[in-house]
């Protein structure tokens, strides 16, 4: 269920998205290099996943600079379509759907690693 429920919240976001770029008004597609942004976010926390293995300490190093870097990727995600439309190579409009797009993608993907992250006898990660 919470599969179903992350897919279809991820399309919805890509949908706002596409309507951002696609609509006739806006019909510029620069907004879709925020994808890059959306496929770069995990990384970090991979990484940091990948080489912190005492899950029983409070705090790492590693941890805290992969949520850094995470913070930094999804602040660039909001900025960008804000920086196109105050240059005005896209509309006002087409920045809105794109934010709310970034909102609910980023959402998504916050909500894979709530579901998906916890120690438990299914993972994804022994795939």
Not at 19 to 42: N, R
Not at 84 to 113: D, E, H, P, S, Y
Request: glycine share 10%; with cysteine; hydrophobic share 55%.
């Amino acid at each position: 269920v919470s599969l179903v429920a992350l897919s279809f919240s991820g399309a919805i976001g890509l949908t706002f998205l596409m309507l951002g770029c696609a609509l006739e008004d806006y019909g510029v597609y620069w907004p879709l290099f925020v994808l890059i942004f959306h496929a770069v976010s995990p990384i970090p926390h991979f990484i940091a996943k990948r080489v912190t293995y005492d899950s029983d300490a409070a705090s790492s190093a590693c941890r805290e600079l992969a949520y850094f870097f995470t913070t930094g990727i999804v602040v660039s995600a909001f900025g960008f379509p804000v920086i196109l439309a105050r240059v005005a190579v896209i509309k006002w409009g087409a920045c809105g759907l794109v934010l709310a797009g970034n909102a609910v993608i980023f959402l998504t993907i916050q909500g894979f690693f709530l579901v998906f992250g916890r120690e438990d006898d299914f993972g994804w990660d022994r795939w």
